[in-house]
C-alpha cells in the first residue's frame, strides 16, 4: 500500500502530534494563572491603585514582549530543519544566534526604559496614583527582559527539537516560584508593588538559567565559536526569517489594537462586551497554538530530512485534529456560550448586549483553525515570507471590510472584519502553501 494509507506511520505521527501539542497547550493554560495570581496578590495587599498598577504593567509587557515573539517562532523552524537533517551543530548555531540576538534586545530595552515606558504611559494614560506605582513596577520588571527574551529562544529551540515538555515543567515551575516569591515580599516583607516586580523578575531569571541547564544536560547543548554564529550567509538569513515573523506581528497587533480601540470608542458597556467575548477566542486559541507548536516542530523536522510524504499526511492530520478541536468548540460554545458569560460578569446590561454578538465568537473556531494550522506549517517550512504576506492580505481585508460596514452596522461590522480577518488568513496561507497538502512536488525557493 502507499505510504500514505500505512496505519502504523499515521498512528506513529499522532503519536508525535499530540506529544509535543499536550505541553505546549498545558502552558498556554497556566501562563495567564500568573496573571490571576499578581492581581490577586495585590487585591489582598492593597487598594484599587494597586491593582491597576500591576494590571498595567503587565498589560505593558505583554504589549512589548509580543512583538518579540519572532525569537520563539524564528528559531523554532529553522531548529526543526536542521534536527531533521542530523545536523547538529547547524542546531547549535540556530540557538546561539536566537539567544545572541534576545539578549541584545533584552539590554537595549533596559538602556531605552525611560523611552518606552514614557511612550506606554502616554498611550495608556493611567491617573497619577496609579503611575506612581506602575513606575516603580516597570523599572524592576525591565531588568528581567534579557531572561525573558532569551527564554522565547530557548522554548522555540526546544519545540525545533521535538521536545516540548522541558519548556512545560519550566513553565509551570516559573509561575509556582513567581507565586511564592511574590507572596512572601510582599505579605512578609512589606514590599508592596515593589516586591511583585522583584519576585516577578527573579522567577523570569531563575527560569532562563533552568532552562538553559536543561538543554545542555538533555542535549549536550554546546556554545559554537564566533565563526559559525556570525556567517554572513545563514545571519542574512536568519534575520530576513525573524525580520517577515516580526512584521506578521506588528499587523497582527495593529489589528488587535484597533479591535479594542474601536470597541472602547462605542463606550464602556460595548468595550466590556467585546472583551468578554474576545475571551472565548482566546480559550480555543489556547488549544489551537498547541497543534502551530507541533506543525513546526514535525513540518521543519520533515522537511529538512527530505520526507515530503510524511510531510504532506502530517499537515492534513493536522488540518483534521483542527478541524475536529473546531467542531468541538463550536458545540461547546454553542451550548454553554452564555452560561460562560455569566461567569465573567455578574452585570445585566454587560450579558445582555453580549449575548447580541455571541454568534461571531461562536463562528471564531470553525472560520480561524486553519490560520492556526498553517502559521505552524510556515514556520516549520520557513516559509516566513507567505505568513508575512497572508497576514498583509488579511489586515487590509480587515480595513476594507470595517470601512465599509462599521457606519452602518456598528459593533456587528466590526466582528464581520475581524472573522473575516481570521479566515482570510488560513484561506490566503493555504493557497500559498498548497504544495504541502496537495499532492504536487514541493515547490523550490
Not at 145 to 154: Q, T
Not at 181 to 200: D, E, K, P
Not at 282 to 308: H, I, N, V
Not at 330 to 353: A, C, K, N, P, Q
Request: net charge positive; glycine share 10%; with cysteine.
Amino acid at each position: 500500500m502507499p505510504d500514505f494509507f500505512n496505519l502504523y506511520m499515521i498512528r506513529q505521527l499522532l503519536t508525535h502530534i499530540f506529544r509535543i501539542s499536550i505541553p505546549a497547550i498545558i502552558i498556554n493554560i497556566t501562563t495567564p494563572l500568573l496573571s490571576m495570581s499578581d492581581l490577586a496578590i495585590a487585591g489582598h495587599s492593597g487598594g484599587a491603585a494597586l491593582v491597576a498598577a500591576v494590571a498595567l504593567g503587565g498589560a505593558m509587557f505583554n504589549m512589548l514582549y509580543w512583538l518579540f515573539g519572532f525569537l520563539r517562532m524564528g528559531a523554532s523552524g529553522s531548529t526543526a530543519q536542521a534536527y531533521g537533517r542530523g545536523d547538529m551543530t547547524g542546531c547549535y548555531n540556530v540557538l546561539s544566534r536566537a539567544l545572541f540576538l534576545g539578549f541584545a534586545i533584552g539590554i537595549l530595552m533596559i538602556i531605552l526604559s525611560p523611552l518606552l515606558l514614557g511612550f506606554l504611559l502616554w498611550f495608556m494614560e493611567p491617573d497619577m496614583q496609579t503611575l506612581e506605582l506602575a513606575v516603580q513596577y516597570f523599572d524592576i520588571c525591565i531588568l528581567g527582559a534579557p531572561a525573558v527574551l532569551g527564554s522565547f529562544a530557548l522554548t522555540g529551540w526546544l519545540v525545533g527539537m521535538q521536545n516540548s515538555k522541558v519548556p512545560m515543567w519550566i513553565s509551570i515551575s516559573v509561575n509556582v516560584i513567581n507565586i511564592l516569591l511574590s507572596v512572601f515580599l510582599v505579605f512578609y516583607c512589606n514590599m508592596g508593588v515593589r516586591g511583585m516586580a522583584v519576585g516577578t523578575t527573579l522567577a523570569q531569571w531563575m527560569g532562563f538559567i533552568s532552562t538553559c541547564v536543561a538543554c545542555r544536560m538533555i542535549f549536550g547543548f554546546r556554545y559554537p565559536g564566533l565563526k559559525e554564529i556570525f556567517n554572513f550567509t545563514e545571519l542574512r538569513r536568519f534575520f530576513k526569517v525573524n525580520a517577515d515573523i516580526f512584521l506578521r506581528t506588528v499587523c497582527l497587533v495593529a489589528v488587535t489594537m484597533w479591535f479594542t480601540r474601536v470597541g472602547a470608542m462605542q463606550g464602556a458597556v460595548m468595550l466590556a462586551v467585546n472583551a468578554l467575548l474576545m475571551q472565548l477566542f482566546t480559550g480555543f486559541s489556547f488549544f489551537m497554538d498547541g497543534f502551530a507548536f507541533a506543525a513546526e516542530a514535525l513540518c521543519g523536522k520533515f522537511e529538512g530530512a527530505r520526507q515530503w510524504t510524511r510531510l504532506r499526511v502530517t499537515v492534513r492530520m493536522l488540518l483534521s485534529v483542527g478541524l475536529g478541536m473546531a467542531l468541538l468548540f463550536t458545540v461547546v460554545y454553542f451550548v454553554f456560550g452564555t452560561e460562560f458569560l455569566s461567569l465573567l460578569s455578574s452585570d445585566h446590561v454587560i450579558r445582555s448586549s453580549a449575548e447580541e454578538y455571541i454568534g461571531w465568537a461562536i463562528s471564531i473556531p470553525m472560520l480561524s483553525f486553519a490560520a492556526f494550522v498553517y502559521d505552524g506549517v510556515a514556520i516549520g517550512a520557513v516559509r516566513t515570507g507567505a505568513m508575512l504576506r497572508s497576514m498583509v492580505i488579511a489586515s487590509v481585508v480587515f480595513g476594507v471590510i470595517y470601512l465599509l460596514t462599521y457606519s452602518g452596522y456598528g459593533n456587528h461590522g466590526l466582528w464581520l472584519a475581524f472573522v473575516s480577518y481570521l479566515l482570510v488568513r488560513g484561506v490566503a496561507l493555504a493557497v500559498m502553501l498548497r504544495n504541502y497538502w496537495l499532492d504536487s512536488p514541493i515547490c523550490s525557493r
